[in-house]
């Protein structure tokens, strides 16, 4: 769980910095160990659509509003 914090900071920091690809590999990591939480997936669909990824990153943005629509996703 404190690596998946670590790397999720770590990732925000990196996305305002506009290292996109270095962000999204930080999130990837994170969703592979479970951690797909709204804010992870909101903040990779953002990546993949910085990187021209579309359907990533709509896929990603569809996740994250089913999760907002229905609490005991998130």
């Known amino acids: 769980k404190v690596r998946s914090d670590l790397l999720t ?4 920091s990196r996305f305002k ?5 270095e962000a999204c590999e930080d999130l ?5 160990r479970g ?3 709204r804010d992870v997936l909101r903040l990779r669909g953002e990546c993949y659509v ?3 990824e579309y359907s990533n990153g709509v896929s ?3 996740a994250c509003l089913a999760m907002a629509a ?5």
């Open 17 to 21: 910095q506009q290292h996109f690809r």
């Open 60 to 62: 990603d943005l569809k």
């Open 28 to 32: 990837n990591e994170v969703v592979a």
């Open 35 to 37: 951690g797909a939480s």
């Open 50 to 52: 910085q990187l021209k």
């Open 70 to 74: 229905d609490p005991a996703l998130s």
């Open 9 to 12: 900071l770590r990732a925000t």
